[in-house]
C-alpha cells in the first residue's frame, strides 16, 4: 500500500457525483486512483471534473483494479456484488455501498471473495457514520435493556412532484423500498436488539412493506418501508422503548459526503489494523439474507 490509500470509484450515476467522488477526491489520506462506470461518457466526465482517469470496458475494470488499493462502488447492488469478487481477487478492500447484493447467494459469493483474498470491508450504511447517528446506535447498543423498537422510513420519492435522480433508478423500482430503505432501518436496529431470529412481512398501500422482527435479545420491533408516500407523510423516525425509558434516533443525517469520509476512515483502520470493522461485507451479508426473507414471505 502506499502513503496515500489509492482508492478507485466504481460507478458515475447520481450518487457517485453527490458523494463518492467528492469525498475520495477530498480526503487528505487518499488519492482517487481512477473512475469506471457502465457508461463511458459518465465516467469521463466525473472523472475529468476530479482530476482523475477515466477507465472504460472491461480491460479498464481491471486497470482500475490494478491501479488501486481498494475501490468504492456506487452501482446497483445487483453489480455491485459480481464486481466487489472481482475487486477483492485482485487484492482491493472494498467500500461497498448498500445493499451489498439483491440475493442471499451473490451476498455470501462477495462475503466469501473478500474473506479468501484477505481484505478489509466496509458497507456505507448511511446512519452508521453520520457523526448524531452513529453516536446514537453506539449508546442504545451500550446500555441495552430495550424491549421493543418501532422504525418508519418513508419516502416519497415517487410522488408526482418529486425531482429526485433516484427516481429514475431502475432496481429501486424493481426491488421497492424494503431493499432501498430496508438497510438503513436494519444497520441500526441489530447492533441495538441483536440479530434477527424471526421475521413476519406484510404488503401496505402503494408499495410499503411492514416487517415485524424478533431479535436474539427477546425484543422485537416493527419496521415500516416505503418510496411512495405522500409527501406530507413522509419521514424517518427510530424509538426505542425499554427499563430506561424512551430513545429516538436523532433528525438528520448531516452531509453526506462528511459521512462517506468518515467511512473511508473507518476503511483506512480496517486495513491498517486488520481488525474487522463492525459495518463490514459479513453484516451486509446479514442485512442481505433478512431482506430475501422478507421478499420471499411477500411472495415477491
Given amino acids: 500500500m502506499t502513503k496515500h490509500l489509492r482508492i478507485g470509484l466504481v460507478g458515475a450515476g447520481p450518487w457517485a457525483g453527490m458523494t463518492q467522488a467528492p469525498a475520495l477526491a477530498g480526503h487528505p489520506a487518499v488519492t482517487l486512483s481512477g473512475v469506471w462506470a457502465r457508461r463511458p461518457e459518465a465516467g469521463a466526465a466525473l472523472a475529468e471534473a476530479h482530476g482523475t482517469t477515466a477507465f472504460t470496458g472491461e480491460d479498464g475494470l481491471d486497470a482500475l483494479f490494478e491501479a488501486s488499493d481498494a475501490v468504492a462502488f456506487s452501482v446497483p447492488p445487483d453489480v455491485q456484488a459480481p464486481l466487489a469478487v472481482r475487486a477483492a481477487a485482485a487484492g482491493c478492500h472494498l467500500l461497498l455501498d448498500k445493499p451489498v447484493a439483491t440475493?442471499?447467494?451473490?451476498?455470501?459469493?462477495?462475503?466469501?471473495?473478500?474473506?479468501?483474498?484477505?481484505?478489509?470491508?466496509?458497507v456505507f450504511c448511511t446512519l452508521r457514520f453520520a457523526g448524531s447517528t452513529a453516536a446514537w446506535v453506539g449508546e442504545q447498543s451500550a446500555a441495552g435493556g430495550w424491549f421493543t423498537a418501532h422504525a418508519q422510513w418513508l419516502n416519497s420519492l415517487y410522488a408526482s412532484d418529486s425531482d429526485?435522480?433516484?427516481?429514475?433508478?431502475?432496481?429501486?423500482?424493481?426491488?421497492?423500498?424494503?431493499?432501498?430503505?430496508?438497510?438503513?432501518?436494519?444497520?441500526?436496529?441489530?447492533?441495538?436488539?441483536?440479530?434477527?431470529?424471526?421475521?413476519t412481512a406484510a404488503r401496505g398501500p402503494a408499495g410499503t412493506t411492514h416487517l415485524v422482527l424478533r431479535h436474539a435479545t427477546g425484543a422485537s420491533s416493527t419496521v415500516t418501508l416505503g418510496l411512495a408516500a405522500p409527501e406530507g407523510a413522509a419521514g424517518v423516525s427510530l424509538v426505542l422503548h425499554g427499563e430506561r425509558g424512551r430513545a429516538e434516533l436523532p433528525d438528520g443525517w448531516g452531509d453526506p459526503v462528511a459521512?462517506?469520509?468518515?467511512?473511508?476512515?473507518?476503511?483506512?483502520?480496517?486495513?491498517?489494523?486488520?481488525?474487522?470493522?463492525?459495518?463490514?461485507?459479513?453484516?451486509?451479508?446479514?442485512?442481505?439474507?433478512?431482506?430475501?426473507?422478507?421478499?420471499?414471505?411477500?411472495?415477491?
Avoid at 442471499?104 to 466496509?122: D, H, I, K, L, Y
Avoid at 470493522?277 to 453484516?283: A, G, K
Avoid at 451479508?285 to 431482506?291: D, G, K, P
Fill in 103 to 122: 440475493t442471499a447467494e451473490a451476498a455470501r459469493e462477495t462475503a466469501r471473495a473478500a474473506e479468501q483474498a484477505g481484505v478489509a470491508s466496509v
Fill in 164 to 199: 429526485s435522480p433516484f427516481a429514475a433508478s431502475p432496481w429501486r423500482r424493481e426491488k421497492g423500498a424494503l431493499w432501498d430503505v430496508g438497510p438503513h432501518a436494519l444497520s441500526a436496529l441489530l447492533p441495538v436488539l441483536g440479530d434477527v431470529t424471526e421475521v
Fill in 259 to 300: 459521512s462517506f469520509r468518515t467511512a473511508v476512515d473507518e476503511l483506512l483502520d480496517a486495513v491498517r489494523t486488520g481488525r474487522p470493522h463492525p459495518c463490514d461485507v459479513r453484516f451486509g451479508l446479514r442485512i442481505t439474507e433478512i431482506l430475501a426473507e422478507a421478499e420471499s414471505l411477500l411472495g415477491a
